[in-house]
C-alpha cells in the first residue's frame, strides 16, 4: 500500500444522504475512485451502497471495500423507544434483542457498522443527549452496553446480519459543565474510573470493535487528543484490539479547543494519541502524508492504525464478499416486519414509567363512553421516534389517538383537540380543549417536548414543560373530569406542579413506531406498567446535578441549620432513580444474609421475599444496592449492584436471591488501585433507590 492509500483506509466522509454534524464534503465519489476514503457513513440502501462499493472494489489500484457505518442506535427502519426510555425496561435481554433486530434490518440495507452503543453516563437533564444514554447509573450502563455490543455484533462479525459496534463516547461528554452541550469537563480521575469507564470497560470485555473519541475536554485535555484515554487505558489496561475513530470533525476541533495551532498540528495530536480513523474532519487526508514525509508522524504510527482498520474488514468478511451486506431481497423481507413491529411495541411497553396513580384512576375502562385525547402529541407521529432515528420513517409510527382507537371498545367516543403547540405561547386552542374535555367522561393529555428539543446539540436551561402546556392542563382540570397525563419526552422534566394537581401520570419518552399501541396497552390495562426510571427526576433544575448515589459529606441534611440543604426545597427528588409504580402492589420482607462478616475474598448471599398483594399480575424490578461506610476514601450513600425481574399473579410470594462478590465492594483508593477495605456495609434491596430494606454485614480482613 502506498502512504496515500494508507491513509486513505483512516479516512471517513459522509455521504449526501443525511447530516449529522456541521459540514458535508462534496465530491466523496471522486475521493473513493482515488482510493482516498476507506469509510462512507449516512449512506444506506442494498443499491446506494452496492453503488459506492463498486466504486472502491472495481475502480481503485487495491479494491479495499468500503466500510459503511451508521447511527442505528435505537432501531434502524424499526425504531425502539430512545434509549433513555428503553433502559427504563432494566431488561438486558430485550435490549440485546433490539440491538439484534436494529442489526438485521441495517445489514439488510447495506450497512457495516453502527455507532452504538451510546453509554455516556447521564446525570444533567439539561443536556439534550441523556436521551441517547441509558441514564446516570453505573452498573445499569454496564448492562446496557454488554447488551448493546452482543445485540449488534453477534456471535460473529463474519455473519452478514451483523453489525460493527462503536462504544461511545470515549469519555465522560456527559458530565459537561451546565449540562450544555460540548462544554468543559473538569473532574477527578477517580470520578472518570469509578463513574464513567466501567461501560466502556464492559464494552471491551464484550468484544466491541470501535470506539469513538468524544468531543469534550477532560480536565484540560481533549479527549480527542488523549494518550491517556486511547493508549494508557484503552489498549494497554484494557487491551482493546479494535480501531477508534474520531467524533464528527472532532479532530479539527482540537485547534478550537486551543490545543492545536493549527489543523496540521491537530492531526499530529489525534493520530499519536490513537485516533485511527478521522470523521469527516479531512485533516488526515490533507495532512498525514507530509507529517509522515516530515518524520514528525512514523509511519509505523500510520500502519498501526490501518492494520486495526483493516483487521475488522477482514472479520466483517468484506475482503471475501465486499456486496454481501446489499441484499435487496433480504431487505425486502426483513425491514418492518410483523416480528419486529411485535418486538417494538413489547419494548415500548416495558419502557413506560407510572409516575403517580391517584386513587387507581388507571387502567382506564376499554368501554368508557367517551374519552378526551387532548395535546401536541396526541395525533402526532413525527415526535414519537424521538431523537438519532437515523433510517427511521416517522409515518410509520401509531400515533396515541391511533393506538387508543385500537383497543377501545368501538363504541367509545373520542374526542380530540390539539390544545396547543410545544414551545409557543398560543392559548387559541385552550376554549376547543376544555370543550372536548366536558363533553367526555376522562381525559388523556399527551404533553411533552419535540423529538428534536432532546439528542445532539440540543441542550435546555429549563426543564419544564415547554411552552403553555403546564397552562393548558389547569384550564382542562377545571372541567372536574379525572385526567391522565401522558408525557412523551427525551430527559427528565420538572413535574413538581403535574404531581401535586394531576391524578396519573405516565412517563412514555418517546416510544418509537409502536409508541400509540404501547401506551394504550398500558392506559387501558393491556399491560401492567413495570418500567423504573433509569434517572432522577429532580424537584427543581436548582437541585441538578442530581443523583442518587451522592456522598454524605460532613454535614447530610438534618434539623440543624448548619447542614446541606436548600432553604426552599427538600434535598430528596420528585421521583428518585429506580421508581416506577405498578397497578398491583407489592410488598417485601426483611434481608437475609447467609453471614453477618465475611473475608475479602468472601461472597455474600442476600435474599428476600417478595409478595404480589394487589389484585392483578405484575412484573417488579428487584434492586439491590450497597454503602461502604467507612473507607479510606469518601464512598456513596448508594450504589446499584444487582437487580431481578420477577413476575407474580396476585397473592403469590417468590423469594429473590443475589450473590455480591468482591468486585462488589471494590473502589479507588488513595493511591487509585482498585481495593477493598474491611469494614461495615450495609445492603439495601427495594422496589427503588429509596424504598428499601437494608441490612448490614462486615467485611474483615
Ligand atoms: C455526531 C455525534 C455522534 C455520531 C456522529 C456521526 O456528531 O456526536 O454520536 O455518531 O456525529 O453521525
Redesign the pocket.
Known amino acids: 500500500m502506498t502512504l496515500e492509500e494508507k491513509i486513505g483506509q483512516m479516512t471517513l466522509y459522509t455521504s449526501h444522504f443525511d447530516q449529522?454534524?456541521p459540514t458535508v464534503r462534496e465530491g466523496y465519489k471522486e475521493d473513493i475512485r482515488k482510493g482516498e476514503v476507506g469509510a462512507i457513513?449516512?449512506a444506506y440502501g442494498a443499491e446506494f451502497n452496492r453503488e459506492l462499493q463498486k466504486i472502491a472494489v472495481e475502480e481503485t489500484r487495491l479494491g479495499i471495500p468500503l466500510l459503511f457505518g451508521y447511527?442505528v442506535i435505537h432501531g434502524h427502519k424499526t425504531i425502539f423507544p430512545i434509549p433513555l426510555g428503553e433502559t427504563a425496561s432494566w431488561n438486558p435481554d430485550l435490549m440485546e434483542k433490539t440491538a439484534r433486530i436494529a442489526a438485521l434490518e441495517a445489514t439488510a440495507q447495506g450497512l457495516h457498522w453502527t455507532?452504538a452503543p451510546?453509554i455516556d453516563i447521564s446525570r444533567d437533564p439539561r443536556w439534550g443527549r441523556i436521551a441517547e444514554s441509558g441514564g446516570e447509573d453505573t452498573y445499569l450502563n454496564t448492562v446496557v452496553a454488554r447488551a448493546k455490543v452482543r445485540g449488534f455484533q453477534g456471535d460473529s462479525l463474519e455473519s452478514e446480519h451483523t453489525l460493527l459496534s462503536?462504544a461511545?463516547?470515549f469519555a465522560a461528554y456527559g458530565a459537561a459543565k451546565a449540562g450544555r452541550d460540548y462544554h468543559t469537563v473538569d473532574i477527578s480521575d477517580r470520578t472518570l474510573r469509578e463513574v464513567y469507564l466501567p461501560p466502556f470497560k464492559a464494552a471491551v470485555d464484550e468484544g466491541a470493535g470501535s470506539f469513538?473519541t468524544a468531543?469534550n475536554e477532560i480536565a484540560g485535555v481533549p479527549a480527542t487528543a488523549s494518550e491517556y484515554l486511547f493508549q494508557d487505558i484503552l489498549r494497554d489496561e484494557w487491551g482493546f484490539d479494535g480501531f477508534v475513530v474520531s467524533?464528527?470533525t472532532a479532530i479539527n476541533e482540537l485547534m478550537p479547543h486551543g490545543v492545536a495551532a493549527d489543523s496540521a498540528e491537530a492531526g499530529k495530536l489525534a493520530v499519536k494519541a490513537g485516533v485511527d480513523m478521522d470523521?469527516q474532519g479531512a485533516i488526515y487526508h490533507r495532512h498525514l502524508p507530509e507529517l509522515v514525509e516530515q518524520g514528525i508522524v512514523s509511519e509505523e504510527t500510520i500502519n498501526k492504525s490501518v492494520r486495526r482498520i483493516l483487521r475488522y474488514k477482514f472479520r466483517l468478511g468484506l475482503f471475501e464478499n465486499p456486496y454481501k451486506y446489499s441484499d435487496k431481497k433480504r431487505e425486502e423481507e426483513l425491514v418492518l416486519n410483523d416480528d419486529h413491529l411485535d418486538l417494538a411495541r413489547k419494548t415500548a411497553r416495558e419502557s413506560l414509567v407510572l409516575l403517580k396513580n391517584e386513587n387507581d384512576l388507571l387502567p382506564l375502562d376499554k368501554s368508557i363512553p367517551s374519552l378526551a385525547v387532548i395535546g401536541p402529541l396526541a395525533d402526532n407521529q413525527r415526535e414519537l421516534i424521538g431523537s438519532w432515528s437515523a433510517a427511521g420513517d416517522y409515518t410509520d409510527a401509531v400515533t396515541l389517538i391511533d393506538g387508543i382507537k385500537q383497543v377501545v371498545s368501538p363504541q367509545t367516543e373520542i374526542n380530540y383537540a390539539r390544545g396547543t403547540g410545544f414551545d409557543s405561547s398560543d392559548r387559541s386552542g385552550f376554549a376547543e380543549a376544555v370543550e372536548v374535555a366536558n363533553q367526555s367522561d376522562a381525559v388523556i393529555m399527551a404533553l411533552g417536548e419535540k423529538a428534536n428539543m432532546s439528542g445532539?446539540a440540543a441542550s435546555r436551561s429549563t426543564i419544564d414543560l415547554p411552552g403553555v402546556q403546564q397552562d393548558l392542563i389547569r384550564e382542562v382540570l377545571k372541567s372536574g373530569k379525572p385526567v391522565v397525563l401522558v408525557l412523551m419526552n427525551g430527559r427528565p422534566l420538572d413535574l413538581t406542579w403535574e404531581d401535586e394537581n394531576v391524578p396519573a401520570i405516565l412517563e412514555t419518552w418517546f416510544a418509537g413506531t409502536q409508541a400509540g399501541l404501547a401506551i394504550a396497552d398500558v392506559l387501558f390495562g393491556n399491560y401492567n406498567p413495570s418500567g423504573k426510571l433509569p434517572v432522577t427526576f429532580p424537584r427543581s433544575i436548582g437541585q441538578v446535578p442530581i443523583h442518587y448515589d451522592m456522598k454524605n459529606t460532613g454535614r447530610p441534611k438534618s434539623e440543624n441549620k448548619y447542614t446541606s440543604k436548600y432553604l426552599d426545597i427538600p434535598n430528596s427528588p420528585l421521583y428518585p432513580f429506580g421508581y416506577g409504580l405498578s397497578y398491583t402492589t407489592f410488598e417485601y420482607s426483611d434481608i437475609q444474609l447467609n453471614a453477618s462478616e465475611i473475608t475479602k475474598s468472601d461472597s455474600l448471599e442476600a435474599s428476600i421475599n417478595v409478595t404480589n398483594t394487589g389484585d392483578l399480575k405484575g412484573k417488579e424490578i428487584v434492586q439491590l444496592y450497597i454503602r461502604d461506610l467507612h473507607a479510606s476514601v469518601t464512598r456513596p450513600v448508594k450504589e446499584l449492584k444487582a437487580f431481578k425481574q420477577i413476575n407474580l399473579d396476585p397473592g403469590e410470594t417468590k423469594e429473590v436471591n443475589f450473590t455480591l462478590a468482591r468486585e462488589d465492594f471494590e473502589f479507588y483508593g488513595l493511591d487509585m488501585n482498585q481495593i477493598v477495605e474491611p469494614g461495615k456495609f450495609k445492603v439495601f434491596i427495594g422496589t427503588n433507590s429509596e424504598e428499601v430494606k437494608e441490612a448490614s454485614f462486615n467485611v474483615l480482613e
Open positions: 449529522t454534524g457513513f449516512n447511527d455507532f451510546m462503536t461511545k463516547h469513538m468531543f467524533d464528527y470523521m445532539e
